[in-house]
T-cell receptor
Framework: GDSVTQMEGPVTLSEEAFLTINCTYTATGYPSLFWYVQYPGEGLQLLLKATKADDKGSNKGFEATYRKETTSFHLEKGSVQVSDSAVYFC??????????????FGQGTILTVHP | NAGVTQTPKFQVLKTGQSMTLQCAQDMNHEYMSWYRQDPGMGLRLIHYSVGAGITDQGEVPNGYNVSRSTTEDFPLRLLSAAPSQTSVYFCATLRASGETQYFGPGTRLLVL
């Protein structure tokens, strides 16, 4: 079945540091890929998405590129802020019709940014 | 618009008790689902519904029941709570043919 693997956390950075959170996936065909963010005490919010190979999703300074050849969707940000402290989830929806709406999540990566 | 609302925010149960977690949405989205979030495991799909009167099982359905009598509401029932059901539960909605799921704020459940 489909699966998503994220880098182990937690990740602790200083403000303005460069961020990379690795995400790789296993799925048949061409799944849609997502990054969700969960701020403390809140539900999940969509951060960015990509629906086909080589697409780049971007939002709030975060970027991720859909790499079919390496089955990866790594999240990057050039300069993190304290307000970026949250839990980040990589997720996919499989390509088949029966997979519609069914998100498969990675385990989540806790990011803490210090001033 | 309130979006996706969940009640209660926090609940403590004793083993064997029953309860219903409520989820309501005002976006007229056809698709609704329930996930549970456990440390180190991300979110896992419990049950989902593609429309009123239609429900199906997700990855971890055992111990949970659902029904969908209206577009707006999708309650999750625990018939006999077990400590293994201690978790944070999220409801999510999706517009038909859309891709972005909208999550509620979650219900934190502790089963003693």
């Amino acid at each position: 079945g489909d699966s998503v693997t994220q880098m182990e956390g937690p990740v602790t950075l200083s403000e303005e540091a460069f961020l990379t959170i690795n995400c790789t996936y296993t799925a048949t065909g061409y799944p849609s890929l997502f990054w969700y963010v969960q701020y403390p005490g809140e539900g999940l919010q969509l951060l960015l998405k990509a629906t086909k190979a080589d697409d780049k999703g971007s939002n709030k300074g975060f970027e991720a590129t859909y790499r079919k050849e390496t089955t990866s969707f790594h999240l990057e940000k050039g300069s993190v802020q304290v307000s970026d402290s949250a839990v980040y989830f990589c997720a996919l929806i499989g390509a088949g019709g029966t997979s519609y709406g069914k998100l498969t999540f990675g385990q989540g990566t806790i990011l803490t940014v210090h001033p | 618009n309130a979006g996706v609302t969940q009640t209660p925010k926090f609940q403590v149960l004793k083993t064997g008790q029953s309860m219903t977690l409520q989820c309501a949405q005002d976006m007229n989205h056809e698709y609704m689902s329930w996930y549970r979030q456990d440390p180190g495991m991300g979110l896992r799909l419990i049950h989902y519904s593609v429309g009123a009167g239609i429900t199906d099982q997700g990855e971890v359905p055992n111990g949970y029941n659902v029904s969908r009598s209206t577009t707006e509401d999708f309650p999750l029932r625990l018939l006999s709570a077990a400590p293994s059901q201690t978790s944070v539960y999220f409801c999510a909605t999706l517009r038909a043919s859309g891709e972005t799921q909208y999550f509620g704020p979650g219900t934190r459940l502790l089963v003693l």
